[in-house]
């Protein structure tokens, strides 16, 4: 009599050890590591038009998720990103649609680059945390248009050093991507596949969004139902690399809306100007 | 008749275990409406701001429940300011309208990481705000909504 419902409980048993398991596996592990490693180059996935400066390549799966993929480049990048000294970080940003190269803010006069470059410099210690930074945002036509700056006081004045958790070697992994992925639909539509670049292996992190409305932004013809983008990292390091967002829109012809691209370089010290910003005081 | 009742609890945890496993895609964010009648007519004036992976975005919509002779806004602004109250995005439209309709939309996409705080700070507010329009021969009606988020 109660031997049906007893079989659906054992189906739901053994679905949900099989959903903890599944769960409980370490996030970087060699398990999905070595897969997509042996995947390469006999079982393929798929051939991924790259971006420009990545040739197109084959691609291996990588059977993780959104939070283990996260963690496992906090962990690389723990290991190699880094290194005690004066650290470089160049963002820069093409945006491909711009009628006009810049926004004002009329409250305050504060101009909003459409394009930009981003250099900061980092002083990292011997335990591989930042103690100070100074980043200035600008244009393409090199006008200083932003400036930031922290210090715990080890090198220079002591300058806001309660921002300094936000200048940590994590913010350069920009892993805000992740936390949306998560926060959007618990990362599901997001896919983790390796590449090979040379000699370097990279990790290419696709992610799109539907929008239940079309919208639109400047300097882009027709009507947005859709976006994605395409982010790639150094597998090794865990260094984020570039990123090329696109829009799809209504007619399903895609758009590139802009290309985020980031060099770190290990430098020996940065430009007196930018020493001397420790020591002075600075215009915001 | 007890055997009936433990298969319909176990079919219940069942789908609610597959309906948590599947997941649903709920972008962050809301919308605030106000509504108001204009000779007699319904309207109704919204702003909203959604955040997903890629992108956020921001919207004005003003609609009513039969045609007016113009329906839009007057001004909108859309923004997003970092802890430092650095401006991360700005943007100002005026006088945009439909006539002899119900319905008036305007959605800005606005992207990430083209629009992004210093480093050390992070998003305060997103911010959808202005006045709407709401016109019937010579009533004329300006709603101001604003909607912030978080």
């Known amino acids: 009599m109660y ?7 054992i189906a739901l048993l053994v679905l949900a050890a099989g959903f903890i398991l599944l769960m409980a596996q370490k996030p970087g592990e060699a398990k999905s590591e070595a897969a997509a490693q042996t995947a390469l180059p006999t079982a393929v996935g798929e051939v991924i038009q790259a971006a420009q400066s990545v040739t197109p390549v084959m691609a291996a799966e990588v059977e993780m998720s959104a939070a283990q993929v996260r963690e496992a480049l906090v962990e690389r990048a723990k290991q190699h990103l880094f290194k005690p000294g004066w650290v470089m970080v160049r963002e820069t940003l093409t945006n491909f649609t711009n009628r006009e190269e810049y926004v004002v803010v009329p409250m305050n006069g504060q101009i909003i680059p459409k394009n930009w470059v981003r250099e900061t410099w980092l002083l990292v210690n011997e335990d ?3 103690v100070a930074g100074y980043s200035v945002v600008k244009s393409f036509k090199g006008e200083p248009l932003l400036e930031t700056i922290v210090s715990d006081g080890s090198f220079g004045k002591m300058i806001q050093p309660e921002n300094l958790p936000g200048w940590q070697e994590e913010h350069w992994l920009y892993l805000d991507l992740f936390e949306r992925m998560i926060e959007y639909d618990g990362g599901k539509s997001a896919t983790f596949s390796l590449i090979e670049q040379g000699a370097k292996r990279l990790l290419r992190v696709f992610s799109q969004d539907f929008y239940p409305s079309a919208g639109y932004t400047e300097g882009v013809e027709g009507a947005i139902v859709s976006s994605f983008s395409t982010s790639y990292y150094d597998w090794e390091t865990g260094q ?13 012809s895609h758009k590139q809306i802009n290309r985020l691209e980031v060099e770190v370089e290990y430098s020996p010290a940065p430009p007196a100007e930018v020493v001397a910003r420790f020591t002075g005081e600075i215009k915001q | 008749m007890k055997s009936k009742s433990i298969s319909f609890r176990v079919f219940t945890i069942v789908f609610l275990f597959l309906v948590i496993l599947s997941g649903e895609v709920i972008a962050a964010g809301g919308s605030k409406t106000v509504s108001g009648s204009i000779s007699g007519i319904t309207y109704f004036a919204e702003k909203s701001v959604y955040t997903y992976t890629t992108s956020w975005t921001a919207s004005a919509k003003s609609s009513a429940i039969s045609n007016i002779s113009i329906i839009g806004y007057t001004w909108w602004t859309v923004y997003r300011i970092c802890t430092d109250d650095v401006y991360a995005y700005y943007s100002r439209s005026e006088n945009q309208s439909n006539r002899n309709s119900n ?6 996409w606005i992207d990430h990481y083209q629009y992004s705080c210093n480093p050390g700070y992070f998003v305060k507010k997103s911010a959808s705000l202005g006045n709407h329009q709401f016109t019937l021969n010579s009533t004329h009606q300006y709603p101001y909504v604003e909607y912030v988020y978080p």
């Open chain 1, 3 to 9: 031997r049906k419902p007893y079989i659906v409980l």
């Open chain 1, 128 to 130: 591989l945390k930042v």
């Open chain 1, 240 to 252: 984020f690399l570039l990123s090329e967002d696109w829009a799809v829109l209504t007619d399903g």
């Open chain 2, 103 to 108: 319905y008036f939309e305007d959605i800005k």
